[in-house]
């Protein structure tokens, strides 16, 4: 990565969209590829929000969940 001498005087804001899969309509962190276990904590985290996600909600998304569900089923 790049960083100038001088540091960082700004920074540009983008959104990067891409497909992700959730099997048979489940959509849940416990599927979700960016759920993570962190073995030294025991705990549950987003890849994506960096939210700390609670082990008995992960068959729901957490509140900061970015995924966006279609308008219609297939």
Same mark, same amino acid.
């Given at each position: =990565?790049?960083?100038?001498?001088?540091? $960082?005087?700004?920074? !540009? +804001?983008?959104?990067?969209?891409?497909? #992700?899969? %959730?099997? #048979?309509?489940? $959509?849940?962190?416990?599927?979700?590829? %960016?759920?993570?276990?962190?073995?030294? %904590?025991?705990? %549950?985290s987003c =890849?994506i929000t960096?939210?700390? /996600? #609670?082990? #008995?909600? /992960?068959?729901?998304?957490?509140?900061?969940?970015?995924? +966006?569900l279609p308008? !219609?089923?297939?």
């Amino acid at each position: =990565m790049y960083i100038p001498k001088d540091g $960082v005087q700004w920074y !540009t +804001q983008t959104t990067i969209a891409f497909d #992700e899969y %959730f099997p #048979e309509g489940r $959509v849940c962190c416990r599927v979700c590829r %960016f759920c993570r276990y962190d073995k030294n %904590f025991g705990t %549950f985290s987003c =890849m994506i929000t960096n939210e700390c /996600l #609670e082990r #008995e909600n /992960l068959d729901g998304r957490g509140k900061d969940c970015r995924v +966006q569900l279609p308008d !219609t089923p297939f």
